[in-house]
């Protein structure tokens, strides 16, 4: 099914509209995170975990 010309522009003007919407919030969020320590052990122990029970678990069947 295709869309027709006025409900693409519609689509795209809501979401030009969307972006300007929430951009202040997004260049705070990422002037955040830039200032914001970095914990890789915090995310990378717990991938590594359930890389490693995955394993376990294709290794037992």
Do not use: C
């Amino acid at each position: 099914m295709e869309m027709a010309l006025w409900e693409q522009l519609a689509l795209g003007a809501v979401a030009l509209l969307v972006i300007f919407w929430f951009r202040p919030g997004i260049k705070a969020a990422l002037q955040k995170s830039e200032q914001a320590e970095k914990d890789w052990p915090g995310i990378l122990l717990p991938i590594a975990a359930v890389i490693l029970f995955v394993i376990f678990l294709t290794m037992t069947l």
